[in-house]
């Protein structure tokens, strides 16, 4: 018996070791990037404000409503819109719909990604280390289960660029024309930013054709960029103009720093250049000088190598900046998540190409050990994931508490920060309209000049008309942390009236307040 159990336990460990054997690798982590997505899909955490913003959206429209410029200053692909009307109708109203599409994104770059770093990367080990780079980027952990089109964004630039490479090198008949166009033309109704890969990729391969005097080449790619620039025009008609012309949304972003303030701001430039390897590639600022090194090792690698895959993998990301030089598009955290594949298959043939060329042992270990502190705190993160899954504005215990607590005659004060969430949620909890107060809806608009004097003077306006009230919920949410807005709400509430009840969850607070007795 116990040679039997001793039998069991070295076949156990065999087992686990060929898990992390140099051909099984690959897919232990595809594996544990599809646990961690799970667990946070699983947890079912609140919408939270921008989510709740597009998902009354998609819940209170029909499909050709749908079409019409979304309340909320939000903005959507319209195939990512109809996906997600189609799974709230089929699987319900609720969080694990709403986020299923994302979700399923998610899963499947994730694949892509593999077979696509094998045709692009120089060596299995550059593959492993952009994979598990791949698998266990923060902000990606976050939206490939929000409810928001970032995650398809992401799915689709792998998806685009998977099928578009090397298609110089294919003879392209009509049937090839027609399939590579089709794919484009579908891509930019899911994502915005499919239009910056195919203007990337086109571009490159048009270049090329050109640079070797293939013309037959470029008339036929040619052929395939019309079909793509069909389908862009005809969407931008139908939607994406009406987000283009939302001068409050880009004001919103303008108010950032997303975009240059001049074709000669080259310092613009520079700084959201290496801002992309802190958000959204989520690098502490220690590791961002690494991973910068091994990106430009990356391309010099590829340079030598494969010119055409560098020029490809770099055009998506020109094509961007060259975009928000225009004006047309932000530079910014999750607008760019499309453009991690891009990146991160660089900084994975860097890394292993700096300890190819190390010409000494100790070199190598110094390489080596580059290669674990760029990894160490993505998968470190990751990890950490799994046992206290990502939460932000977590309002629906907070919504819990004060349905239970709440006694007839309570008056109910919604801040407009959180007035999308409570919409959202209102019916669950069995809040109807008369039952509550909706903050004024014109405060801070998102300008990046903070709360101005005159904004606030408007937030306690809106105070001011809840005193004489006994009991009164003020419910908060997606408060700005770096304006210390919660404590100068709070502050200020404190001043008119009495604090006799509070409960507070991530990102989402009530308090009851007694304002009677204060003059």
Not at 162 to 187: C, D, P, S, V, W
Request: hydrophobic share 50%.
């Amino acid at each position: 018996m116990q040679s039997v159990f001793q039998l069991s336990k070295i076949h156990r460990k065999k087992v686990v070791f060929s898990l992390f054997s140099l051909s099984k690798l690959p897919y232990t982590i595809i594996g544990f990037g599809i646990f961690v997505r799970l667990v946070q899909y699983l947890f079912n955490r609140s919408l939270w404000h921008d989510e709740a913003a597009l998902a009354l959206n998609i819940v209170n429209r029909s499909y050709l409503e749908l079409l019409q410029p979304l309340d909320y200053n939000q903005g959507a692909p319209i195939g990512f819109l109809m996906v997600e009307k189609l799974a709230t109708q089929v699987f319900g109203n609720n969080e694990y719909a709403l986020r299923l599409f994302p979700f399923l994104a998610a899963i499947a770059s994730l694949f892509i990604f593999y077979k696509l770093a094998q045709k692009c990367l120089q060596s299995q080990q550059a593959v492993i280390v952009a994979l598990t780079l791949f698998s266990t980027v923060h902000i990606w952990l976050q939206f490939a289960t929000e409810t928001k089109q970032y995650s398809t964004d992401v799915a689709i630039a792998v998806l685009l660029y998977f099928t578009l490479i090397g298609i110089e090198r294919q003879k392209l008949q009509i049937r090839q024309i027609l399939k590579f166009g089709i794919i484009g033309a579908i891509a930019v109704w899911f994502s915005h930013p499919a239009v910056f890969v195919l203007a990337g990729i086109g571009t490159s391969y048009l270049l090329i054709s050109l640079l070797q005097k293939k013309i037959s080449l470029s008339l036929k790619l040619l052929a395939i960029y019309s079909i793509w620039i069909s389908s862009f025009c005809i969407s931008y008609i139908v939607s994406i103009r009406n987000i283009a012309s939302n001068q409050s949304l880009f004001k919103s972003w303008a108010g950032r720093d997303t975009f240059p303030t001049s074709i000669w701001d080259f310092n613009w430039l520079f700084n959201a250049f290496v801002e992309f390897f802190h958000i959204p590639l989520g690098l502490p600022d220690l590791f961002l000088g690494i991973a910068i090194v091994a990106f430009l090792a990356g391309c010099a690698s590829l340079f030598l190598r494969q010119k055409a895959i560098l020029l490809t993998l770099l055009a998506p990301i020109v094509v961007t900046f060259f975009a928000a030089y225009l004006q047309k598009y932000p530079f910014n955290g999750r607008l760019v998540l499309f453009l991690i594949p891009f990146f991160i298959l660089l900084i994975g043939e860097g890394t292993v190409a700096i300890r190819r060329v190390s010409p000494n042992k100790i070199l190598r270990k110094v390489s080596t050990l580059i290669l674990i502190l760029l990894l160490v705190p993505p998968i470190g993160t990751a990890a950490y994931l799994i046992f206290d899954p990502y939460t932000k504005q977590e309002i629906k215990p907070v919504l819990g508490y004060m349905r239970s607590h709440q006694q007839l005659g309570d008056t109910i004060y919604v801040h407009e920060r959180a007035e999308y969430q409570f919409k959202y949620y209102a019916n669950r909890y069995e809040y109807q309209e008369g039952d509550y107060i909706l903050g004024i809806d014109d405060l801070d608009r998102q300008d990046g000049q903070g709360i101005s004097a005159i904004e606030w003077r408007r937030y306690t306006s809106d105070f001011e008309k809840l005193r004489g009230k006994q009991r009164v919920w003020i419910l908060l949410s997606h408060m700005r942390r770096w304006e210390d807005e919660q404590e100068r709400v709070l502050a200020y509430l404190d001043g008119i009236g009495k604090r006799i009840d509070a409960f507070e969850k991530d990102g989402a607070f009530v308090y009851l307040y007694d304002f009677s007795q204060h003059s």
